[in-house]
Nanobody, 124 residues
């Protein structure tokens, strides 16, 4: 059974940094695309970044370039999202998601499996 578990969220002051983790339970990220998304209060869920486990290629939504960095571990069972210079508007539930395939996508309907989300709250 494919399960994703996010962690690393919390309350942080503006200007701070966080590392979010997405752990694969019961499988490894071989030939999967792993994406990070977020949903702020009252807003639609939006894509941040994704990574192709086949070759490690990374992609960022245009509005997310600069402060977000996606990476993975060598064992292919963890994917991370580093967020720097946090702003109050980064407050959201952050989700990782994955689908079996190559390339990349920010289309949420492409993603078969989703984690439960981790809350990030940025205070001003």
């Amino acid at each position: 059974e494919v399960q994703l578990v996010e962690s690393g969220g919390g309350l942080v002051q503006a200007g701070g940094s966080l590392r979010l983790s997405c752990a694969a339970a019961g499988f490894t990220f071989d030939d999967f695309v792993i994406g990070w998304f977020r949903q702020a209060p009252g807003k639609v869920r939006e894509g941040i970044s994704c990574l192709s486990s086949r070759d490690g290629s990374t992609y960022y939504a245009d509005s997310m370039k600069g402060r977000f960095t996606i990476s993975s571990d060598n064992a292919k069972n963890g994917v991370f999202l580093d967020i720097n210079s946090l702003k109050p508007e980064d407050t959201a539930v952050y989700y990782c998601a994955t689908y079996y395939g190559l390339g990349y996508s920010f289309e949420q309907r492409e993603y078969e499996y989703w984690g439960q989300g981790t809350q990030v709250t940025v205070s001003s």
